[in-house]
């Protein structure tokens, strides 16, 4: 979707440092991370939030989460563990309106969030 800045990281109009891609989800660490090991899985279609996700997408959002699982191993998070955030609208804290998984890790967490 022109406009939408993951959209732009797909197509390559900004760059991003890429963990994974393939067909149909691209995997980037976070510009501003809020934890020493922090990324980003998206899936290559435009969808705004997980509220937008349709029942056919549902094995789509499950390669995502495992995808998210496997990169967060290979980082070295499978020990201690880590979050798995998807922010969604304006109280979510949604900053971007194309669906992501966050994932932190490398660090305690505190809960609640804020
Ligand atoms: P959210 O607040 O859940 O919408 O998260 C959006 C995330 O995208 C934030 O953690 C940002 O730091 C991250 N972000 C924004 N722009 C970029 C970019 N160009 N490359 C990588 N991550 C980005
Ligand atoms: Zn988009």
């Known amino acids: 979707m022109s406009g939408c800045l993951f959209c732009k990281i797909i197509d390559g109009g900004i760059p991003a440092q890429k963990l994974y891609e393939d067909d149909e989800m691209l995997a980037f660490s976070d510009i501003n991370p809020m934890a020493p090991v922090h990324f980003l ?44 955030i998807i922010n969604a609208k304006t109280d979510g804290g949604q900053t971007v309106n194309h669906l992501h998984i966050h994932f932190l890790g490398g660090r305690a967490l505190g809960w609640p969030p804020g």
Not at 54 to 80: N, P, S, T, V
């Open 41 to 84: 899985v998206i899936p290559k279609k435009h969808v705004e939030n997980i509220f937008e996700l349709q029942a056919e997408d549902a094995a789509l959002a499950g390669r995502m989460i495992l995808k998210a699982r496997e990169i967060a191993k290979e980082r070295g998070c499978e020990e201690k563990g880590g979050r798995f």
